[in-house]
């Protein structure tokens, strides 16, 4: 007998409405992401291994600029990235430390969940 093997599609995370941040509880693998910054002047992009949305002032793994009205897409393709408690994305006005944002921002993401 020959083992089957199935491939699945990672899950998509996309709630098609302006956030100020995007949160995915839980062990996940992350394959990429993509944020669009509708506001009109330059903002970042702060990413965190949370469960829960961190305080402002808390320091991200890493933080990104985003242009006015632009966007920026990661890619941890082709194995993905495993975030151990789960995946926090969110606009700030600094990049060192949270200071959340409007609502501004659209959100994808592509992940896995993990058991």
Do not use: H
Request: glycine fraction near 8%; proline fraction near 6%.
């Amino acid at each position: 007998m020959s083992a089957i093997e199935i491939f699945t599609v990672p899950r998509n995370y996309r709630p098609q409405k302006l956030l100020a941040s995007i949160v995915k509880a839980g062990p996940v693998v992350v394959y990429g992401f993509t944020v669009y910054n509708t506001k009109a002047s330059a903002q970042y992009l702060n990413v965190f291994e949370a469960d829960a949305l961190p305080g402002d002032g808390s320091v991200p793994i890493f933080s990104w600029p985003l242009a006015a009205n632009n966007g920026v897409g990661f890619s941890y393709m082709p194995n993905g990235c495993r975030f151990g408690a789960g995946l926090v994305l969110c606009n700030s006005s600094t990049d060192s430390a949270k200071t959340i944002g409007s609502a501004d921002c659209l959100f994808d993401v592509q992940y896995d969940e993990l058991d």
